[in-house]
């Protein structure tokens, strides 16, 4: 049964995913960039070139614990036919050699330490009868080298890593702890990126009791503000919680106020068809909006718009249903690529895998359905084992889920034994890319 679900609703329309996404999307672009200590910095997007001033490493340097040697001396040296040199010093890493290397003459060098002039060559410890000469007590004035290691053995060249004047990383990557590093090497202690977002999260609802507080007879506690911070966190902006507004318009309008020096409002519950959904009117009043149903499962009313300050700036508002679930499912559909938009990224999908259904997944009503799953890999593939109840209330099976295994909206169902593309929430054990 293909569904071509007709019915609207006053100032509604009914879109698809893909139209939803790109009507949001295109109200976002990257900020402005700023400059950030490196380690604050783990996650966001270069906003410049970075260009080397210096060599890595800057000089060149043994990759070994061992002895710096001119090639010359030790040409056909083996452990029956050593060749003796003599320890004329010793260099350690951040030291500077004092002394040259001259014919038959050795030093004792740590990896990381500069090459002493004159040497060309570096020979292990394990190549030299060091271990026996120390073992037998005997002073450190001479060395047996047993194996003839190759001109230029153990060498670092200056600049091996990175040249000065190259460019290390480009505007627009990602920074990882490597990237970081990689920064760190080159002197860095701060770093332009692009700023990170402020998401300023409104619940609303009369039912609602922040966590901590006395639950009355008839009251919820406030899951969505924490599910919904958390998830601006994991993905790098910067939660602003502002708490609960009943539902009256008052207390609306004023919350409101508070979240408009936000790059991105986000409220939850209100938008749907309820007498008490006023978040609707205020937003009306306060900027354009539009409502939409979006035709997905769950997660299918949805408000996006603009809100406007007193003083004429421009606040992106995106209203999520109130249902934990939905809430969460529409983040992750809509707020999650308006934010890495902003935060400079290019890659906004969400990555996904293909796997096996291990149960069938239902689709009454002829909308995308996004099916809590756990994802398996046996034997190199992938299963999906939907997590239990799907109802949009039943925020555990969301818990228990790693994934959202995608039933088309032309389908009636995907059944058991049939293959899923599922959109990762995380990676767990079982699971890798
Ligand atoms: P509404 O959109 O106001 O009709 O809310 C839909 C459902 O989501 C209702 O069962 C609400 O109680 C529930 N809900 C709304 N906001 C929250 C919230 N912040 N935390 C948990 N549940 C909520
Ligand atoms: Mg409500």
């Given at each position: 049964m293909v569904v071509g679900h007709a019915h609207r609703h006053y100032g509604e329309d009914m879109l698809s995913v893909e139209e939803a996404t790109e009507r949001i999307l295109a109200a976002f672009s990257s900020l402005e960039p700023e400059e950030t200590p490196l380690l604050e910095a783990l996650g966001q997007v270069l906003s410049q070139d970075v260009v080397a001033d210096?060599?890595?490493?800057p000089l060149p340097n043994s990759a070994m614990d061992g002895y710096a040697v001119l090639h010359q001396d030790i040409?056909?040296?083996?452990?029956?036919h050593p060749v003796i040199l003599k320890i004329v010093g010793h260099v350690a890493a951040g030291e500077v050699p004092k002394m040259v290397i001259g014919p038959g003459t050795a030093i004792r060098i740590m990896t990381g330490a500069p090459i002493p002039d004159g040497a060309d060559t570096i020979v292990p410890f394990e190549d030299t009868d060091e271990i026996e000469r120390k073992a037998k007590g005997s002073p450190l004035e001479e060395v047996a080298i047993r194996?003839?290691?190759?001109?230029?053995?153990?060498i670092r060249s200056a600049g091996e890593d990175v040249t000065r004047g190259q460019k290390v990383l480009s505007k627009g990557h990602t920074l990882r702890p490597s990237e970081l590093g990689v920064l760190a090497s080159l002197g860095y202690v701060r770093v332009r990126v692009f700023r990170r977002p402020l998401v300023a999260i409104l619940a609303t609802g009369d039912e609602l009791t922040e966590p901590g507080q006395l639950l009355g007879l008839g009251k919820i506690y406030n899951s969505n503000s924490f599910s919904v911070a958390a998830a601006v966190l994991r993905y790098g902006g910067v939660p602003k919680i502002l708490g609960i507004a009943r539902d009256n318009l008052d207390e609306i309008r004023e919350k409101i106020q508070l979240g408009l020096d936000a790059d991105l409002l986000i409220t939850s519950a209100g938008?749907?068809?309820?007498?008490?959904?006023m978040v609707k009117d205020v937003l009306s009043e306060q900027g354009q909006i539009s409502f939409w149903s979006v035709r997905?499962?769950?997660?299918k009313p949805l408000a996006f718009g603009r809100l406007i300050g007193s003083n004429g700036r421009q606040v992106p508002h995106l209203g999520l249903p109130g249902n934990p679930v939905s809430a969460m499912v529409a983040f992750e559909s809509f707020a999650r690529p308006a934010i890495l938009k902003m935060l400079g990224k290019t890659r906004l999908e969400k990555p996904s895998i293909e796997a096996i259904l291990e149960d069938t997944i239902h689709n009454p009503d002829g909308r995308r359905v996004y099916a809590r799953v756990v994802v398996e890999k046996r034997d190199g593939v992938y299963y999906a084992r939907p997590t239990g109840g799907q109802g949009s209330n039943l925020l555990t099976s969301l818990a228990n889920a790693d994934g959202l295994a995608i039933c088309p909206e032309e389908l009636t169902q995907l059944g058991r034994g049939e293959k899923a593309k599922v959109q990762m929430l995380d990676w767990s054990e079982d699971v890798d890319l």
């Open positions: 210096l060599d890595i490493p040409v056909g040296a083996t452990t029956t194996l003839d290691v190759g001109l230029g053995s153990s938008v749907s068809k309820g007498d008490y959904d997905m499962r769950p997660a």
